[in-house]
Protein backbone atom coordinates (compact mmCIF):
# COMPACT_ATOMS: atom_id res chain seq x y z
CA UNK A 1 0.00 0.00 0.00
CA UNK A 2 1.50 3.27 -1.31
CA UNK A 3 1.54 6.37 1.54
CA UNK A 4 1.51 9.43 -0.56
CA UNK A 5 2.51 12.74 1.31
CA UNK A 6 -0.65 15.33 -0.16
CA UNK A 7 -0.33 18.89 -0.65
CA UNK A 8 -2.85 21.21 -0.41
CA UNK A 9 -3.08 25.09 -0.90
CA UNK A 10 -5.34 27.59 -2.86
CA UNK A 11 -4.25 28.53 -6.18
CA UNK A 12 -6.08 30.52 -8.92
CA UNK A 13 -4.09 28.82 -11.61
CA UNK A 14 -3.11 24.60 -11.88
CA UNK A 15 -0.16 26.15 -14.00
CA UNK A 16 1.81 26.70 -10.43
CA UNK A 17 2.69 23.93 -8.43
CA UNK A 18 3.06 24.54 -4.67
CA UNK A 19 6.70 25.11 -4.89
CA UNK A 20 6.42 27.91 -6.99
CA UNK A 21 5.94 30.28 -3.91
CA UNK A 22 6.17 33.48 -5.76
CA UNK A 23 3.05 33.07 -7.43
CA UNK A 24 1.31 31.04 -4.74
CA UNK A 25 -0.01 31.73 -1.25
CA UNK A 26 1.91 29.79 1.32
CA UNK A 27 1.44 26.41 1.31
CA UNK A 28 -0.32 24.33 4.20
CA UNK A 29 1.18 20.93 4.12
CA UNK A 30 -1.11 17.55 4.73
CA UNK A 31 -0.88 14.81 6.92
CA UNK A 32 0.37 11.73 5.16
CA UNK A 33 -2.37 9.37 4.90
CA UNK A 34 -2.80 5.60 3.68
CA UNK A 35 -3.67 5.61 0.21
CA UNK A 36 -5.67 2.28 -1.30
CA UNK A 37 -3.55 0.61 -4.52
CA UNK A 38 -6.82 1.22 -6.22
CA UNK A 39 -6.45 4.55 -8.35
CA UNK A 40 -10.03 4.57 -8.91
CA UNK A 41 -10.53 5.27 -5.12
CA UNK A 42 -9.01 8.13 -5.71
CA UNK A 43 -12.08 10.17 -6.72
CA UNK A 44 -13.77 9.60 -3.58
CA UNK A 45 -11.38 12.78 -1.97
CA UNK A 46 -12.93 16.43 -2.00
CA UNK A 47 -11.10 19.49 -2.20
CA UNK A 48 -12.91 22.83 -1.68
CA UNK A 49 -12.99 24.70 -4.98
CA UNK A 50 -10.30 27.04 -5.43
CA UNK A 51 -7.80 24.54 -3.94
CA UNK A 52 -5.35 22.43 -5.25
CA UNK A 53 -4.29 18.69 -4.10
CA UNK A 54 -1.14 16.87 -5.14
CA UNK A 55 -0.56 12.99 -4.37
CA UNK A 56 2.31 11.44 -5.65
CA UNK A 57 2.16 7.46 -5.41
CA UNK A 58 4.97 6.34 -6.79
CA UNK A 59 7.45 8.77 -5.52
CA UNK A 60 6.90 10.04 -2.22
CA UNK A 61 8.06 13.94 -2.16
CA UNK A 62 7.68 16.20 0.92
CA UNK A 63 7.94 19.75 1.07
CA UNK A 64 9.72 21.42 3.68
CA UNK A 65 10.32 25.14 4.69
CA UNK A 66 13.78 24.96 2.96
CA UNK A 67 12.71 23.91 -0.35
CA UNK A 68 9.03 26.28 -0.58
CA UNK A 69 11.38 28.96 -0.42
CA UNK A 70 14.82 27.55 -2.78
CA UNK A 71 15.78 30.24 -4.83
CA UNK A 72 14.90 30.19 -8.17
CA UNK A 73 17.78 31.85 -10.44
CA UNK A 74 17.03 30.95 -14.11
CA UNK A 75 14.32 33.61 -15.74
CA UNK A 76 13.41 33.44 -19.50
CA UNK A 77 17.00 34.78 -20.83
CA UNK A 78 19.29 32.77 -18.68
CA UNK A 79 17.42 29.14 -19.40
CA UNK A 80 17.73 30.40 -23.46
CA UNK A 81 21.27 30.63 -23.22
CA UNK A 82 21.44 27.64 -20.80
CA UNK A 83 19.89 25.71 -23.82
CA UNK A 84 22.01 27.13 -26.74
CA UNK A 85 24.94 26.66 -24.36
CA UNK A 86 24.26 23.09 -24.29
CA UNK A 87 23.46 22.70 -27.88
CA UNK A 88 26.49 24.65 -29.34
CA UNK A 89 29.66 23.16 -28.84
CA UNK A 90 32.43 22.21 -31.21
CA UNK A 91 29.86 20.32 -33.29
CA UNK A 92 28.74 22.83 -35.76
CA UNK A 93 32.53 24.05 -36.54
CA UNK A 94 33.51 20.06 -37.49
CA UNK A 95 30.62 17.90 -38.07
CA UNK A 96 29.81 19.77 -41.94
CA UNK A 97 32.77 17.81 -42.73
CA UNK A 98 31.60 14.42 -41.79
CA UNK A 99 28.25 15.25 -43.09
CA UNK A 100 29.35 16.10 -46.92
CA UNK A 101 30.91 12.91 -46.75
CA UNK A 102 28.43 11.16 -45.57
CA UNK A 103 25.95 12.31 -48.40
CA UNK A 104 28.15 14.17 -51.48
CA UNK A 105 25.98 16.70 -52.04
CA UNK A 106 25.38 20.55 -50.99
CA UNK A 107 21.92 20.24 -51.14
CA UNK A 108 21.36 16.91 -49.45
CA UNK A 109 23.74 18.70 -46.75
CA UNK A 110 21.75 21.76 -46.34
CA UNK A 111 18.85 19.80 -46.02
CA UNK A 112 19.75 17.44 -43.52
CA UNK A 113 20.17 20.60 -41.44
CA UNK A 114 16.64 21.84 -41.57
CA UNK A 115 15.28 18.34 -41.09
CA UNK A 116 17.58 18.08 -37.91
CA UNK A 117 16.11 21.27 -36.56
CA UNK A 118 12.67 20.04 -37.61
CA UNK A 119 13.30 16.66 -35.59
CA UNK A 120 14.90 19.32 -32.86
CA UNK A 121 11.49 21.23 -32.66
CA UNK A 122 9.30 17.94 -32.69
CA UNK A 123 11.09 16.79 -30.39
CA UNK A 124 10.71 20.16 -28.20
CA UNK A 125 7.21 20.24 -28.22
CA UNK A 126 7.21 16.33 -26.46
CA UNK A 127 9.41 18.10 -23.49
CA UNK A 128 7.56 20.90 -23.21
CA UNK A 129 4.38 19.41 -22.54
CA UNK A 130 6.71 16.48 -19.67
CA UNK A 131 7.93 19.85 -18.66
CA UNK A 132 5.06 21.94 -17.95
CA UNK A 133 2.91 19.19 -16.53
CA UNK A 134 6.17 18.20 -14.41
CA UNK A 135 7.86 21.45 -13.57
CA UNK A 136 10.44 19.26 -11.13
CA UNK A 137 14.45 18.92 -12.13
CA UNK A 138 15.29 15.52 -13.43
CA UNK A 139 14.01 15.44 -16.45
CA UNK A 140 13.77 12.12 -18.20
CA UNK A 141 13.69 10.59 -15.00
CA UNK A 142 10.64 12.58 -13.87
CA UNK A 143 8.79 11.61 -16.71
CA UNK A 144 9.97 7.49 -17.17
CA UNK A 145 8.28 7.21 -13.78
CA UNK A 146 5.47 9.07 -14.48
CA UNK A 147 4.60 6.99 -17.91
CA UNK A 148 6.22 3.41 -17.36
CA UNK A 149 5.71 2.77 -13.13
CA UNK A 150 5.68 -1.14 -13.37
CA UNK A 151 7.58 -2.69 -12.77
CA UNK A 152 8.22 -0.33 -10.01
CA UNK A 153 11.58 1.21 -10.12
CA UNK A 154 12.68 -0.52 -13.59
CA UNK A 155 12.51 2.45 -15.64
CA UNK A 156 15.09 4.72 -12.73
CA UNK A 157 17.26 2.24 -12.43
CA UNK A 158 18.18 1.55 -16.13
CA UNK A 159 17.89 5.35 -16.82
CA UNK A 160 19.86 6.37 -13.77
CA UNK A 161 22.97 3.83 -15.06
CA UNK A 162 22.67 5.12 -18.64
CA UNK A 163 22.86 8.99 -17.03
CA UNK A 164 25.44 8.51 -14.36
CA UNK A 165 28.33 6.79 -16.77
CA UNK A 166 27.61 8.78 -20.09
CA UNK A 167 26.15 11.30 -19.05
CA UNK A 168 29.94 13.24 -18.64
CA UNK A 169 31.89 16.11 -19.75
CA UNK A 170 34.84 14.26 -21.39
CA UNK A 171 34.12 14.61 -24.60
CA UNK A 172 34.23 18.78 -24.74
CA UNK A 173 36.98 18.85 -22.33
CA UNK A 174 39.02 17.23 -24.53
CA UNK A 175 37.68 19.44 -27.33
CA UNK A 176 38.76 22.39 -25.24
CA UNK A 177 42.15 21.26 -25.08
CA UNK A 178 42.92 20.01 -28.49
CA UNK A 179 42.08 23.39 -29.91
CA UNK A 180 43.76 25.34 -26.79
CA UNK A 181 46.94 23.11 -28.37
CA UNK A 182 46.03 23.52 -31.45
CA UNK A 183 46.50 27.26 -31.34
CA UNK A 184 49.45 27.38 -29.89
CA UNK A 185 51.73 25.35 -31.55
CA UNK A 186 49.41 23.61 -34.66
CA UNK A 187 48.91 20.25 -33.52
CA UNK A 188 45.66 19.14 -31.37
CA UNK A 189 48.29 16.59 -29.20
CA UNK A 190 45.09 15.09 -28.45
CA UNK A 191 46.53 11.96 -26.95
CA UNK A 192 49.23 13.76 -24.74
CA UNK A 193 49.88 13.91 -21.11
CA UNK A 194 49.46 18.03 -21.78
CA UNK A 195 46.44 17.55 -23.45
CA UNK A 196 45.01 15.58 -20.78
CA UNK A 197 45.99 17.40 -18.15
CA UNK A 198 44.55 20.66 -19.51
CA UNK A 199 41.13 18.62 -19.96
CA UNK A 200 41.07 17.90 -16.36
CA UNK A 201 41.86 21.11 -15.08
CA UNK A 202 39.07 22.64 -17.13
CA UNK A 203 36.62 19.96 -15.59
CA UNK A 204 37.38 20.46 -12.39
CA UNK A 205 37.59 24.60 -12.65
CA UNK A 206 34.03 24.02 -14.10
CA UNK A 207 33.33 21.64 -11.37
CA UNK A 208 34.18 24.23 -8.03
CA UNK A 209 33.00 27.04 -9.80
CA UNK A 210 29.35 25.49 -9.98
CA UNK A 211 29.70 23.91 -6.54
CA UNK A 212 31.14 26.45 -4.54
CA UNK A 213 30.05 29.83 -7.10
CA UNK A 214 26.57 28.76 -7.76
CA UNK A 215 25.53 32.35 -9.43
CA UNK A 216 28.66 32.77 -10.80
CA UNK A 217 28.71 29.56 -12.51
CA UNK A 218 25.59 30.96 -14.41
CA UNK A 219 26.97 34.46 -15.05
CA UNK A 220 29.72 32.39 -16.70
CA UNK A 221 27.51 30.28 -18.59
CA UNK A 222 25.56 33.18 -19.54
CA UNK A 223 28.26 34.90 -21.29
CA UNK A 224 29.64 32.07 -23.06
CA UNK A 225 26.25 31.22 -24.48
CA UNK A 226 26.11 34.63 -25.33
CA UNK A 227 29.91 34.53 -27.52
CA UNK A 228 28.56 31.64 -29.43
CA UNK A 229 25.75 33.09 -31.01
CA UNK A 230 28.46 36.14 -31.76
CA UNK A 231 30.74 33.42 -33.02
CA UNK A 232 28.48 31.83 -35.24
CA UNK A 233 27.42 34.88 -36.38
CA UNK A 234 31.04 36.30 -37.18
CA UNK A 235 31.24 32.95 -39.54
CA UNK A 236 27.95 33.70 -41.35
CA UNK A 237 29.00 37.14 -42.19
CA UNK A 238 31.76 36.26 -43.43
CA UNK A 239 30.20 33.39 -45.57
CA UNK A 240 28.30 35.94 -47.38
CA UNK A 241 31.35 38.11 -47.92
CA UNK A 242 32.87 35.08 -49.45
CA UNK A 243 29.10 34.57 -51.62
CA UNK A 244 29.58 38.28 -52.75
CA UNK A 245 33.52 37.51 -54.04
CA UNK A 246 35.60 38.63 -51.03
CA UNK A 247 37.74 35.38 -50.72
CA UNK A 248 41.25 34.34 -51.22
CA UNK A 249 40.40 30.75 -53.24
CA UNK A 250 38.48 30.16 -56.50
CA UNK A 251 34.73 30.13 -56.47
CA UNK A 252 33.82 26.17 -55.47
CA UNK A 253 30.09 26.72 -57.41
CA UNK A 254 28.58 25.20 -54.75
CA UNK A 255 24.87 26.14 -55.28
CA UNK A 256 25.08 26.41 -59.19
CA UNK A 257 23.62 22.50 -59.10
CA UNK A 258 21.82 20.41 -56.03
CA UNK A 259 24.98 18.25 -55.68
CA UNK A 260 27.54 21.51 -55.69
CA UNK A 261 31.13 21.99 -57.34
CA UNK A 262 34.21 20.40 -57.04
CA UNK A 263 37.33 21.96 -57.52
CA UNK A 264 39.55 19.04 -58.18
CA UNK A 265 42.42 19.69 -56.26
CA UNK A 266 41.66 17.72 -52.93
CA UNK A 267 43.94 15.22 -52.30
CA UNK A 268 41.64 12.95 -50.75
CA UNK A 269 37.95 12.68 -52.61
CA UNK A 270 34.33 11.87 -51.50
CA UNK A 271 32.73 8.93 -52.43
CA UNK A 272 31.36 8.92 -56.37
CA UNK A 273 27.75 8.46 -54.71
CA UNK A 274 25.77 8.23 -51.12
CA UNK A 275 24.06 5.39 -49.92
CA UNK A 276 20.92 4.99 -48.14
CA UNK A 277 23.64 4.15 -44.84
CA UNK A 278 25.47 7.88 -45.67
CA UNK A 279 22.07 9.30 -45.81
CA UNK A 280 20.96 7.72 -42.35
CA UNK A 281 24.49 8.14 -40.62
CA UNK A 282 24.26 11.94 -41.78
CA UNK A 283 21.24 11.98 -40.17
CA UNK A 284 22.61 10.87 -36.94
CA UNK A 285 25.75 13.15 -37.28
CA UNK A 286 23.13 16.54 -37.64
CA UNK A 287 21.06 15.22 -34.87
CA UNK A 288 24.29 14.91 -32.66
CA UNK A 289 25.31 18.58 -33.49
CA UNK A 290 21.50 19.48 -32.82
CA UNK A 291 21.66 17.52 -28.82
CA UNK A 292 21.21 19.33 -26.03
CA UNK A 293 18.10 21.29 -26.71
CA UNK A 294 16.23 19.24 -23.39
CA UNK A 295 19.00 21.02 -21.20
CA UNK A 296 16.33 23.23 -19.05
CA UNK A 297 14.00 20.10 -18.44
CA UNK A 298 16.94 18.93 -16.21
CA UNK A 299 16.98 21.92 -13.49
CA UNK A 300 13.35 23.32 -13.66
CA UNK A 301 13.57 24.03 -9.95
CA UNK A 302 15.87 26.27 -10.40
CA UNK A 303 13.93 27.60 -13.43
CA UNK A 304 11.49 31.09 -12.17
CA UNK A 305 8.05 30.73 -13.19
CA UNK A 306 9.02 26.87 -14.71
CA UNK A 307 5.85 26.30 -17.00
CA UNK A 308 5.71 30.00 -18.27
CA UNK A 309 9.60 30.06 -18.79
CA UNK A 310 10.07 27.09 -20.50
CA UNK A 311 7.42 27.29 -23.16
CA UNK A 312 9.16 30.93 -24.18
CA UNK A 313 13.00 30.44 -23.45
CA UNK A 314 13.25 26.62 -25.31
CA UNK A 315 11.29 27.26 -28.58
CA UNK A 316 13.53 30.76 -28.47
CA UNK A 317 16.89 28.59 -28.78
CA UNK A 318 16.25 25.78 -30.73
CA UNK A 319 14.81 27.92 -33.45
CA UNK A 320 17.52 30.29 -33.07
CA UNK A 321 20.01 27.69 -33.25
CA UNK A 322 18.26 25.81 -36.24
CA UNK A 323 18.49 29.13 -38.10
CA UNK A 324 22.27 29.39 -37.12
CA UNK A 325 23.17 26.29 -37.97
CA UNK A 326 21.62 26.41 -41.47
CA UNK A 327 23.03 29.80 -42.65
CA UNK A 328 26.72 28.37 -41.11
CA UNK A 329 26.80 25.25 -43.70
CA UNK A 330 25.71 28.08 -46.16
CA UNK A 331 28.81 29.79 -45.19
CA UNK A 332 30.81 26.79 -45.14
CA UNK A 333 29.77 25.70 -48.67
CA UNK A 334 30.56 29.30 -50.07
CA UNK A 335 34.36 28.84 -49.61
CA UNK A 336 35.42 25.41 -49.79
CA UNK A 337 34.07 22.43 -52.67
CA UNK A 338 32.75 19.52 -51.09
CA UNK A 339 35.98 17.59 -51.89
CA UNK A 340 37.53 20.07 -49.87
CA UNK A 341 35.63 20.48 -46.44
CA UNK A 342 34.96 16.70 -46.96
CA UNK A 343 38.75 16.13 -45.70
CA UNK A 344 38.51 18.89 -43.02
CA UNK A 345 37.14 18.36 -38.96
CA UNK A 346 39.13 19.93 -36.85
CA UNK A 347 40.48 22.31 -38.56
CA UNK A 348 37.60 23.32 -40.54
CA UNK A 349 36.75 26.84 -38.82
CA UNK A 350 40.20 27.58 -39.27
CA UNK A 351 40.71 27.18 -42.82
CA UNK A 352 37.64 28.70 -43.54
CA UNK A 353 38.74 32.17 -42.39
CA UNK A 354 42.30 31.12 -44.06
CA UNK A 355 39.98 30.77 -47.29
CA UNK A 356 38.84 33.65 -46.93
CA UNK A 357 41.77 36.33 -45.20
CA UNK A 358 45.10 34.16 -46.46
CA UNK A 359 46.75 32.63 -43.37
CA UNK A 360 46.99 34.98 -40.56
CA UNK A 361 47.06 34.79 -36.68
CA UNK A 362 43.37 35.35 -36.50
CA UNK A 363 42.88 32.18 -38.56
CA UNK A 364 45.52 29.95 -37.05
CA UNK A 365 45.72 31.18 -33.58
CA UNK A 366 42.61 32.65 -32.36
CA UNK A 367 40.05 31.58 -34.62
CA UNK A 368 40.71 27.99 -32.67
CA UNK A 369 41.01 29.80 -29.30
CA UNK A 370 37.37 30.66 -29.77
CA UNK A 371 36.06 27.10 -30.94
CA UNK A 372 37.85 26.13 -27.31
CA UNK A 373 35.46 28.84 -25.60
CA UNK A 374 32.44 27.55 -26.93
CA UNK A 375 33.77 24.20 -25.96
CA UNK A 376 33.81 25.34 -22.63
CA UNK A 377 30.68 26.67 -22.40
CA UNK A 378 28.88 23.26 -23.32
CA UNK A 379 31.27 21.79 -20.42
CA UNK A 380 29.39 24.70 -18.27
CA UNK A 381 26.09 23.32 -19.28
CA UNK A 382 26.29 19.73 -18.55
CA UNK A 383 28.20 20.26 -15.44
CA UNK A 384 25.13 22.67 -14.94
CA UNK A 385 22.71 20.47 -15.33
CA UNK A 386 23.00 17.06 -15.22
CA UNK A 387 24.73 16.82 -11.54
CA UNK A 388 21.12 18.01 -11.14
CA UNK A 389 19.56 14.70 -12.62
CA UNK A 390 22.15 12.92 -10.57
CA UNK A 391 21.15 14.06 -7.28
CA UNK A 392 17.25 13.66 -8.30
CA UNK A 393 18.07 9.72 -8.40
CA UNK A 394 20.56 10.14 -5.12
CA UNK A 395 17.52 11.64 -3.28
CA UNK A 396 15.32 8.74 -4.42
CA UNK A 397 18.09 5.90 -2.90
CA UNK A 398 18.66 5.02 -6.56
CA UNK A 399 22.42 5.52 -5.71
CA UNK A 400 25.13 3.45 -3.94
CA UNK A 401 25.35 6.16 -0.99
CA UNK A 402 22.70 8.17 -1.96
CA UNK A 403 22.63 10.51 1.45
CA UNK A 404 26.28 11.62 -0.11
CA UNK A 405 25.45 12.33 -3.29
CA UNK A 406 22.07 14.32 -2.80
CA UNK A 407 23.46 16.75 -0.63
CA UNK A 408 23.63 20.50 -0.92
CA UNK A 409 26.09 21.20 1.11
CA UNK A 410 26.93 24.35 1.76
CA UNK A 411 25.99 26.75 -1.00
CA UNK A 412 22.53 25.42 -1.41
CA UNK A 413 23.81 23.79 -4.89
CA UNK A 414 24.62 20.20 -5.86
CA UNK A 415 27.96 20.14 -4.70
CA UNK A 416 28.23 16.21 -3.79
CA UNK A 417 26.57 15.61 -7.45
CA UNK A 418 28.85 17.70 -9.14
CA UNK A 419 31.62 15.72 -7.19
CA UNK A 420 30.13 12.40 -8.81
CA UNK A 421 29.96 14.15 -13.00
CA UNK A 422 33.27 14.86 -12.15
CA UNK A 423 35.02 11.88 -10.89
CA UNK A 424 33.05 9.86 -14.33
CA UNK A 425 34.66 12.66 -16.28
CA UNK A 426 38.10 12.69 -15.12
CA UNK A 427 38.09 8.67 -15.34
CA UNK A 428 37.82 8.59 -19.18
CA UNK A 429 39.78 11.45 -19.74
CA UNK A 430 42.85 9.93 -17.77
CA UNK A 431 42.13 6.54 -19.28
CA UNK A 432 42.46 7.85 -22.95
CA UNK A 433 46.04 6.71 -23.28
CA UNK A 434 47.24 5.11 -26.61
CA UNK A 435 45.92 5.89 -30.30
CA UNK A 436 43.44 3.26 -30.86
CA UNK A 437 41.77 3.48 -27.39
CA UNK A 438 41.64 6.93 -27.71
CA UNK A 439 39.42 6.62 -30.87
CA UNK A 440 37.37 3.90 -29.51
CA UNK A 441 36.50 5.30 -26.36
CA UNK A 442 35.71 8.75 -27.14
CA UNK A 443 33.27 7.64 -30.45
CA UNK A 444 31.89 4.91 -28.67
CA UNK A 445 31.29 7.23 -25.60
CA UNK A 446 29.96 10.12 -27.23
CA UNK A 447 27.60 8.10 -30.08
CA UNK A 448 26.34 5.04 -27.48
CA UNK A 449 25.77 7.72 -24.60
CA UNK A 450 23.60 9.77 -27.06
CA UNK A 451 22.04 6.65 -28.83
CA UNK A 452 21.19 5.18 -25.57
CA UNK A 453 20.09 8.67 -23.35
CA UNK A 454 18.37 10.59 -26.23
CA UNK A 455 16.89 8.07 -28.97
CA UNK A 456 16.11 5.60 -26.67
CA UNK A 457 14.69 7.12 -23.68
CA UNK A 458 13.04 9.82 -26.19
CA UNK A 459 11.23 7.26 -27.58
CA UNK A 460 10.13 5.87 -25.06
CA UNK A 461 8.57 9.52 -23.72
CA UNK A 462 6.78 9.69 -27.11
CA UNK A 463 5.57 7.03 -27.06
CA UNK A 464 4.28 7.47 -23.60
CA UNK A 465 3.09 10.46 -24.37
CA UNK A 466 0.58 8.76 -26.54
CA UNK A 467 -0.46 6.57 -24.13
CA UNK A 468 -0.76 9.06 -21.51
CA UNK A 469 -3.37 11.29 -23.75
CA UNK A 470 -5.17 8.91 -25.36
CA UNK A 471 -5.79 6.69 -22.14
CA UNK A 472 -8.69 8.81 -19.97
CA UNK A 473 -7.63 6.39 -16.86
CA UNK A 474 -3.93 8.46 -16.54
CA UNK A 475 -5.92 11.90 -16.24
CA UNK A 476 -3.14 13.08 -18.42
CA UNK A 477 -5.22 16.04 -19.32
CA UNK A 478 -5.98 17.53 -15.80
CA UNK A 479 -2.37 17.16 -15.28
CA UNK A 480 -0.94 19.04 -17.97
CA UNK A 481 -0.63 22.54 -17.82
CA UNK A 482 -1.65 25.49 -20.71
CA UNK A 483 0.71 23.71 -23.44
CA UNK A 484 -0.56 20.82 -25.33
CA UNK A 485 1.65 19.01 -28.09
CA UNK A 486 -0.58 18.35 -31.26
CA UNK A 487 -0.58 13.93 -31.76
CA UNK A 488 0.37 13.99 -34.87
CA UNK A 489 3.73 15.63 -34.10
CA UNK A 490 4.61 13.12 -31.45
CA UNK A 491 3.55 10.28 -33.86
CA UNK A 492 6.21 11.70 -36.22
CA UNK A 493 8.73 12.13 -33.90
CA UNK A 494 8.31 8.83 -32.28
CA UNK A 495 8.34 7.58 -35.76
CA UNK A 496 11.92 9.54 -36.48
CA UNK A 497 13.48 7.76 -33.35
CA UNK A 498 12.32 4.52 -34.28
CA UNK A 499 14.67 5.24 -36.99
CA UNK A 500 17.54 6.65 -35.96
CA UNK A 501 17.16 3.68 -32.99
CA UNK A 502 17.77 0.84 -36.25
CA UNK A 503 20.40 2.76 -37.99
CA UNK A 504 23.93 1.63 -35.82
CA UNK A 505 22.57 -1.89 -36.58
CA UNK A 506 22.60 -1.77 -40.39
CA UNK A 507 26.40 -1.28 -41.63
CA UNK A 508 27.44 2.09 -41.36
CA UNK A 509 30.67 4.31 -40.90
CA UNK A 510 29.77 6.36 -38.01
CA UNK A 511 32.29 5.14 -35.74
CA UNK A 512 34.96 5.26 -38.64
CA UNK A 513 37.75 2.37 -38.11
CA UNK A 514 35.19 0.79 -35.78
CA UNK A 515 33.10 -1.77 -36.56
CA UNK A 516 29.17 -0.76 -36.80
CA UNK A 517 27.79 -3.23 -34.50
CA UNK A 518 29.95 -2.41 -31.85
CA UNK A 519 27.63 1.10 -30.66
CA UNK A 520 24.21 -0.61 -30.82
CA UNK A 521 26.08 -3.87 -28.89
CA UNK A 522 27.52 -1.27 -26.20
CA UNK A 523 24.25 0.62 -26.19
CA UNK A 524 22.06 -2.46 -25.11
CA UNK A 525 24.46 -3.92 -22.93
CA UNK A 526 24.18 -0.70 -20.95
CA UNK A 527 20.48 -1.28 -21.18
CA UNK A 528 20.46 -4.92 -19.86
CA UNK A 529 23.53 -3.18 -16.77
CA UNK A 530 20.61 -1.15 -15.92
CA UNK A 531 17.93 -3.84 -15.83
CA UNK A 532 20.11 -6.41 -13.95
CA UNK A 533 20.57 -3.34 -11.51
CA UNK A 534 16.89 -3.45 -10.94
CA UNK A 535 16.76 -6.92 -10.64
CA UNK A 536 19.72 -6.44 -7.56
CA UNK A 537 18.09 -3.44 -5.94
CA UNK A 538 14.59 -3.82 -6.17
CA UNK A 539 14.18 -7.70 -5.76
CA UNK A 540 17.06 -9.67 -4.73
CA UNK A 541 17.95 -7.32 -2.00
CA UNK A 542 14.49 -6.74 -0.44
CA UNK A 543 14.63 -11.30 0.01
CA UNK A 544 17.83 -10.46 1.64
CA UNK A 545 15.81 -8.10 4.32
CA UNK A 546 16.01 -4.81 2.55
CA UNK A 547 12.27 -3.73 2.20
CA UNK A 548 11.50 -1.24 0.26
CA UNK A 549 9.54 1.39 2.21
CA UNK A 550 9.65 4.66 1.60
CA UNK A 551 10.79 8.01 4.13
CA UNK A 552 11.18 11.17 4.18
CA UNK A 553 14.83 12.26 5.69
CA UNK A 554 15.87 16.33 6.13
CA UNK A 555 19.08 16.64 6.17
CA UNK A 556 21.47 19.73 7.72
CA UNK A 557 21.49 21.41 4.97
CA UNK A 558 17.78 21.02 4.53
CA UNK A 559 17.79 18.87 1.42
CA UNK A 560 15.85 15.77 1.24
CA UNK A 561 16.07 11.89 0.17
CA UNK A 562 13.86 8.82 -0.10
CA UNK A 563 14.79 6.23 2.48
CA UNK A 564 14.62 3.04 1.83
CA UNK A 565 14.50 -0.03 4.54
Known amino acids: MYQPTVFVGPTSSTEHLPYAVETCDPVRIGPDINMPDSESEYDEFRIPEGWFIFLYPVEIFKLTESNLFIERKLGVFSTALLIINRMVGTGIFTTPAAVIRSTNSVGAALLFWVLGGILTLAGLFVYLEYGTALPRSGGEKIYLERVYRKPAYLATCIFAVQFVLFAVSTGNCISFSSYILYAATDDTHERSKLSRGIAVAVMTFVSLVHAFLPRTGIYISNALGAFKLVLLLLVICCGFAALAGHRATPDPHNFSSFNGGTNGDSSVSVAASASASGYATALLQVLYSYGGWENANYVLTEVRQPARTLKRAAPIAALAVMLLYVLANIAYFSVFSKDRMATLEVTLS ?198 MQHEIEVMQDGSERVRYH
Open 350 to 547: ATFFEDIFHKNTFSSKVMPVLVALSALGNVFAQTFAMPRVKQELAKQGILPASRFWSSDWPFRAPSAAIFLHWIFSVILIVSLTAKDSYTFVTNIFTYTGNWIKRNFNQVLLAIGLLYLTWTPSEDWARTRTSFRNYPPVTVFYALSLLFTLAVPFVPNDLLGSIPFWVLPTVGTSMLAVGALYWLIWANVLPMLGFH
